[in-house]
């Protein structure tokens, strides 16, 4: 391993909670965060705003269903901080008895949080800090042709202290492990890493390995 991989690092993860890749990703992140020394700190985007104004609806969601479980992230985040959306974050994708409302009041509990603030997503008092984080990893990434998540890398330290390079993914369908998502980090971060490099994709996704 090159010795620049061990440089410590910060990673801001901006997600939205619904999207089950997404979650496969933040797991393989919290995994490299075993092997590689990374802190990962946690940012809400939202595929609602992503698609606002598109003719098609990619996500099937003309009701704006979407926007329930990001409303409430986004108010977690300001009234708690960034490590009790982590939490939140956790709890929403392995609790629950599969309605959202009961969901969101479960996942709150379980993490510690005020069960009341699953109300906040059937309300748009948190809609412009959905926004003002949506647009941070937009404008960060540059572009609309993206998705979640996103993800910004800060080198703390090193001889590439200072350094940031931003990726939208990676996409994966299955979580990779130990010294198996560490190199993964490497690789993610040779590639974003490197100047005029824009894009790399893979396989057709395969269906997501949840549990």
């Not at 933040?26 to 606002?52: A, D, F, G, K, Y």
């Not at 598109?54 to 901080?81: M, S, T």
């Not at 647009?135 to 080198?155: M, Y």
């Amino acid at each position: 391993m090159p010795a620049n991989d061990l440089a410590k690092a910060t990673a801001d993860f901006w997600f939205d909670p619904s999207c089950p890749y997404t979650w496969l990703t933040s797991r393989w992140l919290l995994e490299v965060r075993q092997v590689r020394p990374v802190e990962v700190r946690w940012h809400v985007m939202s595929l609602s705003v992503l698609n606002e104004g598109r003719d098609d609806d990619p996500e099937g969601d003309p009701e704006g269903y979407l926007w329930v479980p990001v409303r409430v992230c986004a108010a977690v985040r300001r009234l708690h901080g960034q490590e009790a959306l982590g939490r939140l974050y956790t709890a929403m994708w392995t609790t629950g008895d599969g309605d959202w409302l009961g969901d969101l009041r479960t996942a709150l509990t379980t993490a510690g949080l005020p069960a009341e603030l699953a109300e906040t997503g059937l309300s748009g008092d948190y809609d412009d800090d959905v926004r003002a984080s949506h647009a941070e990893a937009i404008a960060l990434i540059g572009g609309d042709h993206v998705g979640t998540p996103i993800v910004a890398v800060t080198h703390d330290d090193g001889p590439r202290r200072g350094e940031r390079a931003v990726f939208f993914g990676p996409v994966v369908s299955r979580v990779p492990t130990g010294e198996q998502a560490g190199r993964l980090w490497d690789g993610t971060l040779l590639v974003a890493g490197t100047p005029g490099f824009h894009e790399l994709k893979g396989r057709p996704h395969e269906e997501p390995e949840l549990r």
